[in-house]
């Protein structure tokens, strides 16, 4: 699991005009929303609920981890791959000589954003593309 808050995907609602106190947590993977929601009165308090909050919450990204892996998609002109979160990249030297790339990318769960080349020249396109991936999904998995 990538590093996270401990509140990561947890909202604390309080609205005294409905009676709503608790903790909603809120994830959503692939277009996939979970959400579910934990009220103090019915669990014990607020710190109670937080804690089975939590524990719903962890459930759930255990699950997705598993399950999630390398994300294939179409390639299109945003990605060409068919690997979400790497690319292939060039870039021009000053003495204008292209040198090329496989670039993987990823966001930790600080926000926090990662990124490693590794180079066509020296590892050959193909394997240069395998080290991207797997870059990629160590990378998201954390």
Partial sequence: MT???????ITRMERPETSTFGWQVRLQRRGVRYAKYFADRSLGGQDRSLEIAKAWRDKVLEKLD???GVRVCLT????SSGVVGVSRVTISGPNGVAYYFWQATWSL???ERRCIRYSV??????QAFRLAVQARREGTRG
């Fill in 66 to 68: 598993e399950t999630e």
């Fill in 3 to 9: 590093e996270r808050t401990e509140t990561f995907a």
């Fill in 109 to 111: 769960g600080s926000g």
């Fill in 121 to 126: 020249k020296r590892y050959g396109d193909r």
């Fill in 76 to 79: 299109s002109a945003r990605n």
